[in-house]
């Protein structure tokens, strides 16, 4: 079974910093695996916002692009992601998601297997 719980999420003023972690549950390997943080707010559709595959390939959402940066620790199988430069546009819950799959990590249309319950990013302006 795969549990994946967030942290470091808060309240922040614009032009702040962030850095939320993803702790995965252990007896699994996800080194190879496709790992992701989305995030949604209210009366929007939820989106992606950084992913990183098996070979540390990352990609990132226009908006994200220059500000935050996705990591991952493979021996402590966390996940991170950076947020710098932080608008009010960026509040939002932020989900933490894993994929066996390697293909999950070529497009933002595939879907994730695993998903955390997420963590509360509030930017105030």
């Known amino acids: 079974q795969v549990h994946l719980v967030e942290s470091g999420g808060g309240s922040v003023q614009a032009g702040g910093s962030l850095r939320l972690s993803c702790a995965a549950s252990t007896y699994t390997y996800y080194g190879t695996w496709c790992m992701g943080w989305f995030r949604q707010a209210p009366g929007k559709e939820r989106e992606g916002v950084a992913r990183?595959?098996?070979?540390?390939?990352?990609n990132y959402s226009d908006s994200a692009k220059g500000r935050f940066t996705i990591s991952k620790d493979n021996a402590k199988n966390t996940l991170y992601l950076q947020m710098n430069s932080l608008k009010p546009e960026d509040t939002a819950m932020y989900y933490c998601?894993?994929?066996?799959?390697?293909?999950?990590?070529?497009?933002?249309?595939?879907?994730?297997?695993?998903w955390g319950q997420g963590t509360q990013v509030t930017v105030s302006s």
């Open positions: 990183i595959d098996g070979d540390g390939n990352t």
């Open positions: 998601a894993a994929d066996p799959k390697r293909a999950t990590c070529t497009s933002w249309s595939r879907s994730f297997a695993y």
